[in-house]
């Protein structure tokens, strides 16, 4: 589902939910302005880095677009967990920061080989393969700094416990040890255990520190911080199952990356382990169990459980 592209930014920051016309949440409205908000963020968001090439390779990536799905699932939590949206700003950046990082080292030659992101030219194609592994090394870094010294107004505990779960969710024990899994697995098939592994690393790791770091920001309890962990570990799969799926089904065009590129290199998806409808159907169920976490905490979690919709009825 797309936002409409004339709504109006309204609610995210505000702690009300827009309401649609018929009284639901109107996620598109919803999403319109969190991206709007983001966009401007992550646009003041690199100061004047040098040397200038560097600096026109890490904005060429982090202001291309893209759903913005991680900073807004930040923003959402901290709601969600009765803190100001904008607090968590900072790290709602540092989030796509840390993103848009991974992207541009999975697009090397050496790891995914594309020349396609975001609709564009990936960024080693547009900058040089040299320029782009220090763009990404420039963007993981300074994500670490838009947390420890540009986030005021957070008490210092809680910015630490952000960078640990960032750390995380960067390192080994996720998207690094994912790709790495996933690498290994090239050419050869895998059970549906490793894919989740790879999935749940690659994929679910940072989706779980955007929603996870909202809600620290806001000084969530454990309870909260759970639910959280069940929403983020339904929602991971699911997207990577719907990003599986739309490898087979969606052009290139409509997906702004290569499309069909796990038929080629002969990858194990879910597609190819369960068939089309039934990846379909374990992404619903899993979308169903996300949902399930939040379920006491129903009254404020309706950006999450809309977001949650969209993953699975999402076309790029
Ligand atoms: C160097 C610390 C370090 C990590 C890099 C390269 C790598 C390790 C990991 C690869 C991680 C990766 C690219 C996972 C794929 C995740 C995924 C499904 C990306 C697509 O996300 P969308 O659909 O993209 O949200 P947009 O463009 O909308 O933001």
């Not at 993103?99 to 547009?126: C, E, F, Y």
């Not at 960067?170 to 050869?188: H, I, K, M, N, T």
């Amino acid at each position: 589902m797309q936002a409409a592209e004339t709504g109006v930014p309204s609610s995210p920051g505000t702690g009300t939910a827009p309401a649609a016309p018929g009284g639901g949440f109107d996620l598109g409205t919803y999403l319109n302005g969190s991206r709007e908000r983001v966009e401007a963020a992550l646009d003041a968001s690199l100061g004047p880095e040098r040397p200038e090439g560097l600096r026109e390779a890490m904005r060429y990536s982090l202001l291309a677009g893209g759903k913005r799905l991680r900073p807004i699932l930040c923003l959402a939590a901290c709601e969600l967990a009765g803190g100001e949206a904008e607090l968590a700003m900072p790290t709602a950046v540092a989030l796509e920061m840390i993103h848009t990082m991974s992207l541009i080292h999975d697009d090397l030659p050496a790891m995914d080989d594309d020349d396609l992101r975001r609709g564009q030219p990936t960024n080693h194609v547009k900058f040089g393969e040299a320029t782009a592994i220090l763009a990404g090394d420039a963007l993981l870094t300074r994500a670490f700094e838009m947390v420890a010294r540009r986030s005021p107004g957070v008490p210092p505990d809680r910015l630490l416990a952000v960078v640990a779960e960032l750390s995380l969710a960067a390192g080994a024990p996720g998207l690094v040890g994912g790709q790495v899994v996933d690498l290994d697995s090239e050419g050869r098939s895998v059970d549906l255990e490793t894919l989740e592994y790879i999935h749940l690393h690659k994929t679910g790791a940072l989706l779980r520190a955007s929603v996870l770091c909202g809600a620290l920001i806001a000084g969530a309890d454990q309870a909260l911080l759970d639910g959280l962990r069940a929403y983020a570990r339904g929602i991971g799969l699911a997207f990577q199952i719907i990003d599986d799926i739309l490898d087979v089904t969606a052009s290139s065009e409509v997906l702004g990356k290569t499309a069909g590129k796990d038929l080629v290199a002969d990858k194990t998806t879910y597609p190819k382990l369960l068939g089309l409808e039934q990846s379909r159907q374990r992404a619903d169920q899993l979308i169903d169990a996300a949902k399930a976490g939040l379920e006491p905490w129903l009254d404020r979690a309706q950006p999450l459980l809309a977001l949650a919709d969209y993953i699975t009825s999402r076309d790029r």
